[in-house]
């Protein structure tokens, strides 16, 4: 007698491919995969909608490319990209570049002679009492990118001192580094006037913040530093 045939049952019992009964929804990668809770899938589904977003912007620009060949000289011309010089309003308060009062200011701020390359920077640089010799790699990495920075240990020495001592020998600023726990965190930086004036006493003062400090032998494939003097790149400040 043949068994007879169970109606009925499990589908994968039956031959048949199971099929999804619960009703969730599947995720695309193209949906926001910020609501997936789980870390791993969803940076798994991040990374799809990265790639898919990037594949979708590159088949546009190539369809944009055919259909600009296929035109010739009518061709729409490209649009403008946005960025902030375009995009940025005019403001009242900004000074413009032909202000009569704006360049007699600036023509006898104290200043002056450094940004006409009148006088050129001399600069005096020492540190806390006592420093690491981490604080050395830093120091050699200042001396190749300023020119005329000299070096001076502090010893027992006093800032108003060092100012006297810095003003004596044509120096005109002095630059003081600190440091915690070996690490170099901060600069002061400060102007030193001729040694006729207020006895050679430093100002104006500034201090800057410093870390993650990187030295030079620490950057993979670095070479060395070239003569050239440094520029520093004001364009777009307002």
Do not use: W
Not at 22 to 40: H, L, S, Y
Not at 115 to 126: G, Q
């Amino acid at each position: 007698m043949a068994p007879t045939k169970r109606k009925g049952g499990h589908a994968s019992l039956q031959g048949k491919k199971p099929v999804n009964t619960t009703k969730v929804k599947r995720t695309k990668a193209t949906q926001n995969p910020g609501r997936i809770r789980n870390k791993m899938k969803r940076s798994e589904m991040y990374g799809k909608y990265l790639l898919e977003k990037k594949a979708l912007k590159r088949q546009t620009r190539i369809q944009r490319d055919k259909e600009a060949e296929a035109l010739g000289e009518d061709a729409p011309k490209r649009s403008t990209p946005r960025t902030l010089d375009n995009t940025r309003e005019s403001e009242a308060t900004a000074v413009k570049p032909e202000d009569e009062e704006i360049l007699a200011d600036e023509a006898e701020d104290e200043f002056a002679p450094y940004f006409s390359d009148e006088i050129r920077p001399k600069i005096l640089l020492t540190t806390r009492p006592c420093p690491s010799a981490e604080l050395f790699h830093f120091i050699s990495d200042l001396m190749r990118f300023f020119p005329q920075l000299y070096y001076y240990p502090r010893k027992s020495y006093s800032v108003k001192e060092i100012c006297t001592f810095g003003s004596n020998r044509k120096f005109t600023h002095l630059m003081v580094l600190s440091e915690k726990s070996k690490v170099c965190n901060g600069m002061i930086i400060s102007h030193l006037r001729p040694s006729t004036a207020a006895n050679g006493l430093a100002g104006p003062t500034a201090f800057f913040k410093v870390s993650n400090v990187i030295p030079s032998t620490d950057v993979p494939n670095n070479g060395a530093a070239t003569n050239h003097v440094p520029e520093l790149n004001l364009h777009g400040f307002t």
